[in-house]
Antibody
Framework: QLQLQESGPGLVKPSETLSLTCSVS??????????WGWIRQPPGQGLEWIGS???????SYNPSLKSRVTMSVDTSKNQVSLKLSSVTAADTAVYYC??????????????WGQGTLVSVSS | DIQMTQSPSSLSASVGDRVTITCRAS??????LNWYQQKPGKAPKVLIY???SLQSGVPSRFSGSGSGTDFTLTISSLQPEDFATYYC?????????FGQGTKLEIK
């Protein structure tokens, strides 16, 4: 059974860089049939797609965040990472990593991590 | 960006009711529409993909329909475990966008 687990600091200071890691178990990050994505959800609000990346490093980002976002993959560790720079309070959210079908008819996010809350505060 | 608009934003219903949630896209998205269920404190779970395909393991009381710009999620007979928030999501363009959510509450 595929499992995804987000990890990283729960508190980040304004203007600093948020760094999260998603560890994948029960499956391979190198599976070419999937993308690996990040989605966030501010407290009490809806879902916002941040970006998606293939195992080879090909990435797509939300244009509203693109200037601040970097995603990377480490296939040897089966991990996907997210960095978001110059954070403000508006970046406070639960951050989810998720697997996305690359060639499926829905290109849906079919497996999700449990999410990790990141608060931006001094 | 493709805007996804769900209606209603909230809904009260009883166990056994038939419920329909609507999602409208700001432009045509073919059948690239997915539905998710989210319970408090939990990650979203995909219910329906490609507008009408039932995800493996999801009860058959859930169904989806539509194409182009207008889509619906129907729950044929509400069960206690179905009270949650539902989101639609378009995957027609790489800038994936979600609806604002529909909170389904117990009447």
């Amino acid at each position: 059974q595929l499992q995804l687990q987000e990890s990283g600091p729960g508190l980040v200071k304004p203007s600093e860089t948020l760094s999260l890691t998603c560890s994948v178990s029960g499956g391979s990050l190198s599976d070419s049939y999937y993308y690996w994505g990040w989605i966030r959800q501010p407290p009490g609000q809806g879902l916002e797609w941040i970006g998606s990346m293939s195992y080879s490093g090909s990435a797509s980002y939300n244009p509203s965040l693109k200037s601040r976002v970097t995603m990377s993959v480490d296939t040897s560790k089966n991990q996907v990472s997210l960095k978001l720079s110059s954070v403000t309070a508006a970046d406070t959210a639960v951050y989810y990593c998720a697997r996305q079908g690359r060639y499926t008819s829905g290109r849906d996010f079919d497996y999700w991590g449990q999410g990790t809350l990141v608060s931006v505060s001094s | 960006d493709i805007q996804m608009t769900q209606s209603p934003s909230s809904l009260s219903a009883s166990v056994g009711d038939r419920v329909t949630i609507t999602c409208r896209a700001s432009q045509r998205i073919s059948s690239y529409l997915n539905w998710y269920q989210q319970k408090p404190g939990k990650a979203p779970k995909v219910l329906i993909y490609a507008a009408s395909s039932l995800q493996s393991g999801v009860p058959s009381r859930f169904s989806g329909s539509g194409s182009g710009t207008d889509f619906t999620l129907t729950i044929s007979s509400l069960q206690p475990e179905d009270f949650a928030t539902y989101y639609c999501q378009q995957s027609y363009t790489t800038l994936y966008t979600f609806g604002q959510g529909t909170k389904l509450e117990i009447k």
